[in-house]
């Protein structure tokens, strides 16, 4: 009989994980925190690469469900200046290799492609700890426990599941974002709708910038990044909207009214969005019996490669378990030894991108670079 795989984190790596191991016929069930599917909002648009993302999705066999949902035109790429001037305009011309779908979409098609009783939701993890032989014992808020012979820590920056195996922690990168939404935009917002265009606009500086994209429905994502320490913000009242809207607006003076607009103008409260990191390179010894996936394993400033990696990661980890059926050991060597250069590779793209610059450059011509490098690894 295989050995049951207890998955800790229902997000999109942990659920490609797990039907990765359905088609495969090992046994599965995933523990997540949240008590429902519909608990809170799922984010924004990911865009899904054909180098990593949809190469799990392949793996997952639900390439046709995935391209149902990606919404067209929404490649589009646009980078301007602080006062507005377009510097970049990449329209979607259908031939990119990274097309956009809602993450909450892209969770709900994973969660439909498991059966019944897969995911127990409202199982938020209190402990962990190991009991020899390589067996876990995970205990839950409300005093259950589980003891498993294969334990996948899935559950993000502040796995419980990675101090098994790693004391490294997320530290801070000195950079948060404020997140805002403007609905019916082209109707209610012209001017932020007409800057942002039909897919992801960027404003790049050393310190400040501004990334946005256009959702379904006419909504405006946006993300005001700051480079500043967390103190700066603790400073900052974000209960109280029209305070927070403003100040963070003042860091952004002299900016075209139009960018300025996707704070000024947002249609919700500015919610603040500290960007911590593993270090890059992070891995561990091998410990009998258990392993880590995404952002368990590799957090780092988010710009794209995240989902990508994590969705990659379980595709893997669970090909690697059906490939050695009767050597988890044998798997999980397999899986962390591709598992630790293409988590580094991923993470310094990554943040690099995130930051807006390389080493020492211009922000605005390193930006162009990597968005002209991406589009050719895409075609």
Known sequence: MRTHVTIIGAGLGGLTL?????????PATVY???????????????????????????EADLMDEFRGLVLAGRQAIRILDRDGTVLLDKPDDGSGGRPEVQRGELRRMLLDSLPAGTVRWGHKVSATRALGAGRHEVTFA??????????????????RVRPLLSTATPGYTGKSVVETYLFDADTRHPAAAKAVGGGSMIVPTPD?????????????HAYLGLSEPQDWFAAIDFTDTAAASARIAAEFAGWAPELTALITEADT?????????????HRWERVPGVTLLGDAAHLAPPNGEGANLAMLDGAELGKALAAHPDDVEGALTEYERALFPRSAEGAGFEGAEAQGTESGGNPVDDLIKMINTATERSR
Not at 35 to 56: E, K, M, T, W
Not at 269 to 281: E, F, I, K, M, S
């Open 208 to 220: 400040r910038d501004i990334f946005a994209h256009r959702e379904k429905d006419d909504t405006l």
């Open 269 to 281: 409260a500015p919610v603040l969005r500290p960007l911590y990191a593993l270090p890059t390179g």
């Open 32 to 58: 997540e925190a949240e008590p429902s599917p519909a608990a809170r909002a799922q984010g924004g648009l990911l865009d899904i690469h054909d180098y990593n993302g949809q190469l799990a999705l392949e």
């Open 142 to 159: 409300d005093g259950a426990a589980v003891v498993t012979s294969l334990l996948v820590g899935a559950d993000g920056a502040w796995s």
């Open 18 to 26: 797990a039907r990765v191991l359905h088609l495969h016929d090992i």
